[in-house]
């Protein structure tokens, strides 16, 4: 049995990467689609064989409650928006995949919470990492203490914001994205240092910096580095850029190896290697499409009644440790979490 999902916004990620991916699904199928634009939805309807008379857009978008065929609302929305179409979604009676970050502030992830729970809907956070076998086996490894102790993890996710791209254009815009860099990519820093460990970081201290004069960072930031501090004592070191090119990297380092992913947290062909000191080892993992993976999660949670792995409250905790991130980097304090 396959649940039928409607997904919400028809931009870039969506188009190029999820909805191509459904095809990979076991468990999920695309029957819906919700966009402003009615001929670009018919022609993805039409080409990814999903019925025209699904096709909403975002006035009529509370009436999916009277569709059966809908099972789960995937929002894929600038930031800024997906509070308030997870919710509207969740009150149509509808499961909910949200992409990340979850949403601007603390009070708007705990407002989506609360309205899954109340429709008794469940609520999960595309936190794709979290499914894809690369940074999985990077999991495993770090934990199985393959490495020795872990002492330190260092991760880099960063790229170079371009304003003539109109998926980028949003993410300029504090209103739409909620934050700069930290936000949109920067947050696989922090999941990486979380994942990896395990844990959550005690301590945090960071430091911002936008380059003067630069247009697209009148309203976000550009770059911010922190460092998490974990009860195992574990020290991370994590950068977020829109200035520097194109970087998805984890490395950890343990008392007797180094684990290096790179690419950790791109879309496919990833790299994993262990280093020690009479030499490195590359692990040959089988790439299989996380995007399917995470999509196939939902639907599976759902029939069996299960949380997902990443719900809600993991999307509540980085935007949570976000906010904190800004906190200690204006304050230029060490803030204990
Ligand atoms: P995008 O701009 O290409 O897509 C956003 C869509 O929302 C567009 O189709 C746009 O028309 C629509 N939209 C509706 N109301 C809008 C408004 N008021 N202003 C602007 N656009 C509006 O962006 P994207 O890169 O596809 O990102 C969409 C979401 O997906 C974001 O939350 C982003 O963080 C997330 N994302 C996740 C990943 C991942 O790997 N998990 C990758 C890329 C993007």
Redesign the pocket.
């Known amino acids: 049995k396959k649940l039928g999902w409607a997904v919400?916004?028809?931009?870039?990620?969506?188009?190029?990467?999820i909805i191509p991916s459904f095809a990979e699904c076991k468990r999920s199928k695309l029957v819906a689609l919700v966009?402003?634009?009615r001929t670009?939805a018919k022609r993805y309807a039409q080409q990814y064989g999903v019925n025209p008379k699904n096709i909403y857009n975002?006035q009529n978008y509370d009436s999916i409650r009277d569709n059966p065929e809908v099972d789960v609302i995937y929002?894929?929305?600038?930031?800024?928006?997906?509070a308030e179409y997870s919710i509207r979604g969740a009150q149509a009676g509808k499961h909910i995949m949200?992409?990340?970050?979850m949403a601007n502030t603390v009070e708007e992830c705990q407002a989506m919470i609360n309205a899954a729970k109340k429709s008794d809907r469940k609520l999960m956070i595309?936190?794709?990492s979290q499914y894809e076998p690369y940074n999985l086996t990077a999991i495993w490894i770090a934990q199985s203490g393959k490495l020795g102790k872990l002492k330190a993890i260092a991760s880099d996710h960063g790229r170079n914001l371009d304003l003539k791209?109109?998926?980028?254009?949003?993410?300029a815009?504090k209103k739409?994205?909620g934050g700069g860099s930290l936000?949109?990519i920067g947050i696989y820093s922090l999941q990486a240092a979380r994942y990896i460990t395990g844990e959550e970081p005690q301590e945090i201290s960071a430091m911002m910096y936008s380059t003067p004069g630069d247009p697209r960072f009148r309203e976000v930031e550009e770059n911010v580095n922190f460092v998490l501090r974990f009860p195992s004592g574990v020290l991370a070191n994590c950068t977020s850029s829109y200035g520097y090119s194109d970087t998805k990297r984890i490395q950890v380092f343990g008392s007797d190896a180094t684990l290096e992913l790179d690419p950790a947290?791109d879309?496919y062909q990833h790299r994993l290697t262990i280093k020690r000191k009479n030499g490195n080892e590359e692990q040959n993992i089988e790439e299989k499409n996380q995007?399917a993976l995470e999509i196939d999660h939902l639907s599976e949670s759902i029939m069996q009644n299960k949380q997902p792995k990443t719900p809600g409250e993991e999307g509540l905790q980085d935007v949570r440790l976000m906010q904190l991130i800004y906190e200690a980097a204006r304050t230029g304090k060490t803030i204990k979490v």
């Open positions: 919400v916004g028809l931009g870039k990620f969506a188009t190029q990467q966009s402003s634009d670009k975002y929002v894929i929305l600038p930031n800024g928006l997906h949200c992409e990340k970050p595309a936190y794709r791209d109109p998926a980028d254009r949003w993410r815009n739409l994205a936000y949109d947290t879309y995007f």
